[in-house]
């Protein structure tokens, strides 16, 4: 349940009216997955807000050296909820990181760089606020398993709507599987995902979150998309964070498991997390022109003139896995195109054509994908959008084509988002001075994410056989 607290002293009467036990205390690492501890509601007094609560950063994915371990998280009380499914009544808050010696904000928390990149757009002069609306997919499967050893390697997952299961006895099979990629829009009982995607929006409306739609998503064996109601730019971090959780505990309570990462079936569509995103100034979309193309300004069109000049540094940090680059390959509507069209999904930058009112024009920036630090990603993309309105980048002329079509001259003068994980990294790192700006990102950031990504993601994978590799080569 969403408390509305606004002080500590909110967060104290919280406790009390809800007879809260427990308060847990969240904070992201720097991959994006919640982190966390509990205490006794007793021991959260009003100083905790303002001294914090100390723990082992060298524990932390993309934190602190063993030999300067010692950090400090300090509640946010405007982030109170209640948990929906702890046994014993427990408050939540989300947190900031702090160093204890310098008593300066960590330049590697998520979250604080979320809250620079909007203080460095008011600072611009540019807009005041931007608002964020992704649309961030996932699998719900009943089963899965997974291995990796010196001497073996595999995955199984299998769902009861898995197109695969047509002929397997269940004592009945009732048929009424989604055939790959035929899962977008089939009523009842085809998508058998009704009842656990409405409680998994009841119950984020419950704490807070705005939405808008739920509905199976178009990949066979429960894929499924909820959307959320656009907001501010750390608020919209802080959502997607309460999102994923909401996902995977209601799943779990279904006795099912739910995933944010990117493709995990072969020949069905991936999860993606499109991103719609719109600067505002004095209560004005300034992204809105009915005199320019696609009811879109000049500002807006600069903003996607950046979007797409950064696009494949954005890559390592909005697609930050070596999964997302089975998704991000031409088909599936894939957005790997480096263009700008309205309404046309198969290129990278959209501008959604639903309605005509002002406050609705948007960009819908779509290389993105779940696994994602949302609190990063939303960063950079306001950064390099800004670079764009700055230097007045043009975007190019639109294509209004299916770009998956183009015949071979005109295709092979449309640039590409990175084939991989390791390309994009290798991009990041040649361009990020637009991240710099403001102080928003910071060179120990930076070169953190594209240490830890290469050493223990992209060369991870490189050091271990495919288990498609024996069906190609073991007869050899």
């Not at 997955?33 to 509601?41: A, G, N, T």
Request: charged share 25%; with cysteine.
């Amino acid at each position: 349940m969403s408390l509305n607290c606004k002080t500590p002293e909110d967060v104290q009467k919280a406790i009390k009216d809800n007879d809260v036990r427990m308060v847990d205390v969240r904070f992201t690492d720097l991959p994006g997955v919640w982190q966390h501890f509990s205490l006794p509601s007793g021991c959260l007094d009003a100083d905790t807000f303002s001294e914090g609560i100390g723990f082992d950063g060298s524990s932390i994915r993309g934190f602190q050296e063993i030999h300067e371990s010692d950090m400090l998280i300090v509640p946010d009380p405007e982030s109170a909820f209640l948990d929906p499914f702890t046994a014993v009544p427990t408050l939540v808050l989300i947190c900031n990181i702090r160093d204890p010696i310098t008593g300066q904000a960590y330049s590697r928390d998520a979250r604080y760089i979320a809250q620079k990149a909007e203080t460095y757009l008011k600072s611009t002069g540019i807009a005041d606020v931007s608002f964020w609306g992704p649309e961030a997919e996932f699998f719900v499967f009943n089963d899965v398993r997974y291995s990796q050893g010196t001497n073996h390697g595999f995955y199984y997952v299998d769902s009861v709507e898995g197109s695969w299961n047509t002929g397997k006895e269940e004592d009945p099979n009732l048929g009424h599987k989604p055939r790959p990629k035929e899962g977008y829009f089939p009523c009842p009982p085809t998508d058998s995902m009704q009842d656990i995607r409405t409680e998994m929006v009841l119950t984020m409306e419950d704490l807070g979150i705005e939405t808008e739609v739920h509905h199976h998503e178009v990949a066979t064996a429960g894929q499924a998309e909820i959307d959320m109601r656009f907001t501010s730019l750390t608020r919209m971090g802080d959502n997607l964070m309460m999102y994923k959780y909401v996902v995977k505990n209601v799943a779990n309570t279904y006795g099912m498991t739910a995933t944010f990462m990117p493709k995990p079936l072969f020949e069905d569509n991936a999860s993606g997390m499109h991103v719609h995103q719109s600067l505002w100034k004095g209560g004005n979309n300034l992204f809105f022109s009915d005199a320019d193309y696609a009811g879109l300004s000049q500002l807006g069109h600069y903003y996607i003139g950046g979007l797409l000049k950064h696009a494949p540094a954005l890559c390592a940090i909005c697609a930050p896995t070596t999964n997302s680059y089975h998704r991000l390959v031409p088909g599936y509507e894939a957005p790997i195109n480096l263009v700008h069209s309205q309404r046309n999904r198969s290129a990278c930058c959209r501008i959604p054509m639903y309605s005509n009112k002002p406050g609705t024009k948007r960009i819908e920036f779509r290389p993105p994908d779940p696994s994602c630090n949302g609190y990063l990603a939303f960063a950079a993309m306001l950064m390099a959008g800004l670079d764009g309105i700055e230097n007045r980048i043009d975007p190019g002329e639109p294509i209004d084509k299916d770009l998956y079509d183009l015949p071979p001259q005109e295709a092979a003068a449309v640039e590409s988002t990175p084939g991989s994980l390791e390309e994009a990294l290798d991009a990041l790192e040649a361009d990020h001075a637009f991240l710099l700006k403001g102080d928003v990102f910071t060179r120990d950031v930076i070169e953190m994410w594209l240490s830890y990504k290469r050493q223990n993601e992209v060369d991870a994978i490189r050091l271990r056989p495919h288990p498609y590799e024996f069906f190609l080569y073991y007869d050899i």
